[in-house]
């Protein structure tokens, strides 16, 4: 059975979008999914599917969260290879070494508008730079998160697509938990 990690977005947020780690663990185990475990309460499940596709696994996540909690909530889907490339494709590997928690991978849902990559590669920014690999959207926080204009809807408006954010230290956890 294929091992999938499903990436949940704006969820568990000070106000709205509660999801409980155990319930939700416990309702995609009914349903089906197998060896279903969480890292941290931001959304990130790695599970067992007999799906044979991301965006099926995806669909199949989502219903259960409705079903289960009242949210449409969106869900990335990635396959433990796919992991396994954005870690090897790392455009900033002195920032994955020196500050994992400000550099952030953007697991983008669809392939990105072209002309709003090649924006955001030669604008002048700001002091955090980025980087758009194929369905992956790499940015290095260099004097952290907050404050920064480089925001989800900033790059969402440019690149007319939505995704959700993990930190580095995040991604190598996933990539651990499905390897």
Not at 22 to 32: F, H, N, V
Request: charged content about 25%.
């Amino acid at each position: 059975m294929p091992t999938w990690i499903g990436l949940l977005r704006a969820i568990n947020l000070p106000s709205h979008n509660k999801v409980a780690m155990p319930r939700l663990r416990e309702a995609l185990t009914t349903d089906g999914f197998t060896d279903v475990r969480t890292y941290v309460q931001s959304g990130n499940i790695v599970l067992g599917s007999r799906q044979r596709t991301a965006a099926a696994v995806g669909r199949r996540i989502g219903a259960v969260i409705q079903d289960e909690f009242g949210l449409k909530v969106p869900v990335v889907v990635r396959s433990p290879a796919e992991i396994a490339a954005v870690i090897d494709a790392n455009p900033f590997p002195q920032a994955a070494a020196e500050r994992p928690r400000m550099l952030h991978v953007t697991f983008l849902d669809a392939d990105p508008d072209a002309d709003g990559v090649e924006t955001i590669h030669t604008g002048d920014l700001t002091r955090d730079v980025c980087r758009v690999d194929g369905r992956q959207l790499y940015v290095d926080y260099v004097d952290g998160v907050h404050g920064s204009k480089l925001t989800p809807t900033y790059f969402s408006r440019r690149l007319r697509v939505d995704g959700t954010a993990r930190n580095w230290r995040t991604v190598l956890a996933l990539a651990e938990l499905s390897g």
